[in-house]
């Protein structure tokens, strides 16, 4: 079982442990508009999937105003913030801090994509929610790069994302 620590406490993950060369699985979130997005699986462009606790968090806040910047000339990807928070309060934040370059989507109802990447926080104070993490899909659906940050509370590594992106091209 993969593990993350908050404020230095262990957290256990569950659901289905995914790993560098497996298949992404095809999962569905609930977009801003309450439409479905649907994430893994082969597609055109390389996707770079991040889940996160909630973004109204400071870290998680500058995570997603970073890949927001970071992802802009990036014409090759599609990415996509997977929270727990409610729809209509991720609009909200996307609206208020610009976000226009990803998507962000809920994961609020069944908790299908953090059970499907194996990153649904299991236990500690954050049960239920996401825990920090990088996935970067080729177009083939193969996961290239994964990062689970090993302390939720820290910010994961953006340069090896955006590396593991430019590769998959």
Known sequence: MQTTTFLGNPVKL?????????????VTAIATDLSDIEI???????????TLP????DTCAAETRRF??????????????VSMDLPF???RFCTTEGIANLS?????IE????????????????KGLSARSVFVIDRSGTVVYKEIVAEVTNEPNYAAALEAIKEAR
């Open 54 to 57: 909630s973004l109204d968090t």
């Open 111 to 126: 908790k299908e994509v953090s059970k499907a990447y194996g990153v649904l926080m299991a236990d500690n104070k954050l």
């Open 104 to 108: 962000v989507a809920s994961d609020y």
């Open 14 to 26: 569950s659901g289905d442990e995914i790993n560098v060369g497996d298949k992404a699985p095809v």
């Open 40 to 50: 893994g699986g082969a597609k055109d462009n390389i996707q770079l999937l991040i």
């Open 68 to 81: 927001n910047q970071d992802v802009n000339n990036l014409d090759i990807c599609e990415t996509t913030v």
């Open 89 to 91: 309060a991720s609009e």
